[in-house]
């Protein structure tokens, strides 16, 4: 009887322990948000007399701003900055095919920031705005957010989309 016990009781343990295994992959992950849409309401949120006059970062541009970015797979990209170099706003906010690769693209998106702090950014107050920008990682999901003044609301903003 023992014996028949202690092999019921090491079955239903080994039963239970496969249950409760497994690789995480039961439920699909997480849908990343849509980063042109954050941008839009976002930007749509300061007001039409409040926005700043913003360009696409495109083709050679994106090697220039974030060398090494192009190596790597989009889902999403939004690369966007003011038109003008006394305006600190810039958003590069992107989805990677691949999320081992987040560590690299946030380097990329920190060395961004640090050239405009260390001399990029011309003017004293815009030196203190991209001293204050925010590279975010989330997931797959890597952004530059420099918003002026609007810095914290803008990754306020941000962030929720991940709540």
Not at 46 to 71: C, K, R, S
Not at 133 to 140: F, H, L, P
Request: charged content about 20%; glycine content about 6%.
């Amino acid at each position: 009887m023992k014996k028949f016990l202690s092999v019921l009781l090491s079955v239903t343990l080994l039963l239970t322990l496969a249950a409760c295994g497994g690789k995480g992959n039961d439920t699909p992950d997480r849908e990343a948000p849509d980063l042109n849409q954050y941008y839009e309401d976002f930007m749509a949120a300061l007001g039409e007399g409040n926005q700043p006059a913003m360009m696409d970062v495109e083709a050679d541009y994106i090697a220039q701003f974030y060398p090494g970015l192009e190596t790597y797979g989009l889902k999403q990209s939004v690369l966007k900055m003011a038109m003008i170099s006394a305006v600190a706003y810039e958003f590069a906010l992107v989805e990677l095919e691949d999320a081992s690769h987040a560590r690299e693209v946030a380097d990329i998106f920190q060395a961004r920031i640090d050239a405009q702090v260390q001399g990029g950014a011309m003017y004293p107050m815009t030196v203190e705005a991209w001293e204050k920008a925010k590279v975010i990682t989330n997931g797959s999901v890597v952004a530059l957010i420099c918003a002026g003044e609007e810095q914290d609301q803008a990754v306020e903003a941000f962030n929720k989309l991940f709540a």
